[in-house]
């Protein structure tokens, strides 16, 4: 990644960091130095549910696969995930000496949001080539401690992940249709990247009953278009 670009991408997470802290983040002059930005190939494994250290990235290009590894062994789908958003496998990056959630910032939802969190593991893959930025969480955490305006940013992140999952919660109580035309919109961007199975497995519904629905949305959306050769009207002779 050139210099250019890796500069982008530090300005990038200053710039969502600061919005969610609320203003400027104290020493962020020394924080930059360890942010690492870099390039992906298309299928590269970016974190397994093996990592043994703290990893979040955030998604500065490309289409991200991310599955929840069960005890047992079996993955399933719960994001594609695209420019802008936070990859991690955050039970490693818990540590009980050093807590992610900052303990003088309260609030049921961001707490629930953060407990979800800690006891899953993930499996991240690139569906297209991309650029990630590695976040240095373990210093941000450590600064989080004695600094309002870093534990401000990082609770408020919480958050966020919380909506997030709130969010898919709510989508997956819907019908079964009704949850595939949510996520053709909501998935817009990365529709094309994305295998039918995985979209399955995301939604919850079998790769057969899944077919059916996708077939007649289509056919629906067909016979609702406009004519791509609407009848031209003849002057009166």
Do not use: C
Request: glycine share 6%; aromatic share 8%; proline share 7%.
């Amino acid at each position: 990644m050139s210099a250019g670009a890796a500069g982008a991408a530090r300005e990038q997470l200053r710039q969502l960091f600061e919005r969610y802290a609320g203003g400027p983040l104290p020493d962020w002059h020394a924080v930059a130095p360890m942010i690492r930005p870099f390039p992906v190939r298309q299928g590269q494994v970016v974190v397994d549910e093996n990592a043994d250290r703290a990893v979040i990235f955030l998604v500065t290009s490309g289409v991200y696969h991310v599955r929840v590894v069960a005890r047992d062994g079996s993955m399933t789908t719960v994001n594609f995930a695209g420019r802008g958003e936070f990859l991690a496998n955050l039970p490693s990056i818990e540590d009980p000496r050093q807590p992610l959630m900052p303990s003088n910032i309260s609030g049921v939802e961001m707490h629930r949001g953060y407990t979800e969190a800690a006891h899953q593991r993930y499996y991240i893959k690139t569906l297209t080539p991309g650029a990630l930025v590695e976040v240095p969480i373990g210093e941000m955490q450590r600064r989080a401690t004695y600094t309002l305006a870093w534990a401000r940013a990082l609770s408020t992140a919480y958050l966020v992940y919380a909506q997030a999952m709130r969010y898919e919660r709510d989508r997956m109580r819907l019908p079964a249709e009704a949850r595939y035309r949510s996520f053709l919109i909501d998935y817009a961007p990365v529709l094309r990247y994305v295998q039918q199975k995985d979209i399955a497995d995301f939604l919850g519904i079998s790769e057969v009953g899944l077919s059916r629905i996708a077939t007649r949305v289509r056919r629906e959306a067909a016979q609702t278009a406009p004519s791509e050769h609407p009848h031209k009207e003849h002057p009166h002779k």
